[in-house]
């Protein structure tokens, strides 16, 4: 984060300080660490997780008494970038927004208003024919802006274009493994910026028997990007292993590895695994972008109603809360959500996952490691000596850790887990064929989520229309009501998709003393289907046609990932 000249406004770390937004004890470790380093003390605050740019750029911006941009809400004037050139946005960090003819007035964001050299430098160049208005924006967010509104530094065609495949031939010698290829290097970058500029939660390096397929999954879909010669993929397969710490010389047993990249001004980390087929080795990469990783928990697309019920289940100070879904739904991403929102320095949290996917400053984050013999149980039993008020254990897979998991609940500890099961209530008779008695259920599980993701429909192409008989009884609503619903089309805005982003739908299941006693008596799931609709239970499929009628996403995507033929009846 730049940092404002110190002739006219204090310094830093003083101001952040005196706003509260720091300690002193935070400002002094981050000033020790600056006379060790020598980078910017704003850099080394969010580095060091004290606090975010945002919160550093909404404190500059009023200290200097200029609004502050969030630049991932903002519309850019396509007329603005072309007043100022590339290489001049990148060393100055900013960004035109929009110009007014009229006015001759030129709007920028910029995360140094104080840079006096930086603005002289656009007057010049615009021979002072407009007026220039500035606005704070993050450095980070004004990076990852330049990269979308000004296009790649290096396109991915032109780096096609620039070699033959017989050129990727990668040679397997000694000395070869820190001599790529400059275009496999470019490649490799390129494809990485690209599938995390579209939101690409994964990527997918498929090997064929005469090319290579590249897939991207964007809002939980697989969408084929690139298709390559079989000869790209030996010296690209070797480079993405290298990265992350895999063992280039074997090629026939699965592997796992982490790398983490700058991009776009800011960090991501990539998950990767890599599995033999017939006709080579398949790579997929998981991006975790941070920055998307936590979601506030008001705004992860829960009503009031039901986001009261949430906030009511994670205030009990012990039990067991579960959440439940497919791989891919978002599980952790809610875990980390509630977490967030219950994390201060009055309580101890304590995570067990496999792996850590996003750090969050405060909370005690463990990876599972078979290597030091640290399973799920185990780790359990060695965080409950650590003195924790809260513990987080990724996945409950078997009965000796769902049993610390209960145990943990029951002498006085709020435990968060996921659990694979296709509906909230569906978790307890999971639960018993692992092994836990109902009555160690009864009274410690606190409530269960389960939880599933659907694509929003793209705000600038969804078009209304009337629904049929079928659609009308599907949603419950009359004949003659008057509604309208929308179907996904497709524009340049969501890559012709017709959706852009996604939201959970969920239904939670709260556990009181009847819920309890059906369960400690071996109750079926339609029994205790019945008494949880009694109390207000909302089903998946009733909250996916919620969204349906608020215009949020389409009846065919709720019912892509929800089943919704017990309600055709």
């Known amino acids: 984060m730049a940092v404002p000249h110190q002739n006219s406004q204090q310094p830093i770390g003083q101001l952040l300080m005196a706003k509260g937004v720091i300690s002193e004890d935070q400002l002094r470790i981050a000033v020790q660490e600056q006379n060790r380093t020598h980078q910017p003390l704003g850099s080394l605050l969010v580095r060091l997780g004290f606090l975010s740019e945002a919160t550093i750029r909404d404190v500059l911006s009023e200290n200097l008494g200029k609004e502050s941009v969030d630049l991932t809400t903002v519309i850019i004037d396509s007329a603005a970038i072309a007043l100022i050139p590339k290489d001049m946005a990148r060393r100055y960090q900013m960004l035109p927004l929009s110009v007014e003819v009229a006015s001759k007035t030129l709007t920028l964001a910029i995360a140094d208003p104080d840079n006096i050299i930086a603005l002289d430098q656009v007057r010049a160049l615009l021979r002072d024919e407009y007026r220039l208005l500035t606005q704070v924006a993050s450095e980070s967010d004004i990076v990852r802006a330049i990269d979308q509104y000004y296009g790649f530094e290096l396109s991915i065609d032109g780096i096609l274009h620039e070699i033959e495949p017989g050129d990727m031939e990668y040679q397997s010698t000694t000395q070869g493994v820190n001599e790529f290829s400059q275009p496999v290097v470019r490649l490799i970058d390129a494809l990485f910026t690209e599938a995390v500029q579209q939101g690409a939660s994964d990527i ?40 992350s710490g895999m063992n280039i010389a074997e090629t026939r047993a699965p592997q796992d590895g982490r790398m983490s990249l700058r991009l776009s001004g800011r960090p991501i980390d990539f998950r990767v695994a890599s599995h033999p087929t017939t006709h080579g080795e398949n790579l997929v990469l998981r991006i975790l972008d941070r920055q998307k990783g936590i979601v506030p928990i008001n705004q992860i697309g829960l009503d009031d109603a039901a986001l009261n019920t949430l906030k009511l289940i994670i205030a009990k100070p012990e039990g067991i809360i579960l959440v439940t879904g497919p791989t891919g739904s978002g599980k952790t991403t809610t875990l980390y959500s509630v977490l967030n929102h219950v994390n201060t320095e009055s309580v101890n949290i304590m995570t067990l996952e496999d792996p850590v996917e996003y750090p969050i400053p405060l909370i005690r984050q463990s990876s599972v490691n078979e290597a030091a013999k640290l399973d799920f149980a185990s780790g359990i039993r060695s965080m409950m000596r650590q003195d924790p008020d809260i513990i987080l254990v990724g996945e409950i ?45 009864a009274g410690n599980i606190i409530g269960i989520i389960a939880q599933r993701l659907i694509r929003v429909l793209c705000p600038h192409c969804k078009y209304p229309y009337t629904p049929d008989h079928r659609e009308r009884k599907l949603l419950d609503v009359s004949a003659t009501a008057d509604i309208t619903l929308f179907r996904a089309a497709g524009c340049d805005q969501c890559r012709h998709q017709g959706y852009s982003g996604r939201q959970a739908i969920m239904e939670i299941f709260k556990m009181d003393n009847d819920i309890d006693d059906l369960v400690a008596h071996r109750a079926s799931i339609r029994d205790l289907k019945n008494a949880a609709l009694e109390k207000g239970f909302r089903p998946l499929a009733q909250d996916g046609l919620r969204r349906v009628v608020q215009g949020v996403t389409s009846l065919a995507e709720v019912a892509r990932v929800v089943d919704l033929t017990d309600r055709m009846g």
């Open 204 to 243: 997918h390096f498929e090997p064929e028997s005469s090319f290579l397929r590249i897939r991207y999954r964007v809002d939980g879909v697989l969408r084929q990007v690139r298709s390559l010669h079989k000869s790209f993929w030996p010296a690209m397969v070797v480079r993405m292993k290298v990265m």
């Open 397 to 441: 897979r078997d009965h000796p850790t769902a049993e610390m998991a209960f145990r943990a609940a029951m002498t006085g500890h709020q435990v968060y887990s996921t659990l694979h099961t296709n509906s909230a209530i569906g978790a307890i008779p999971r639960l018993l064929d692992i092994g836990i008695l109902p009555d160690i259920m």
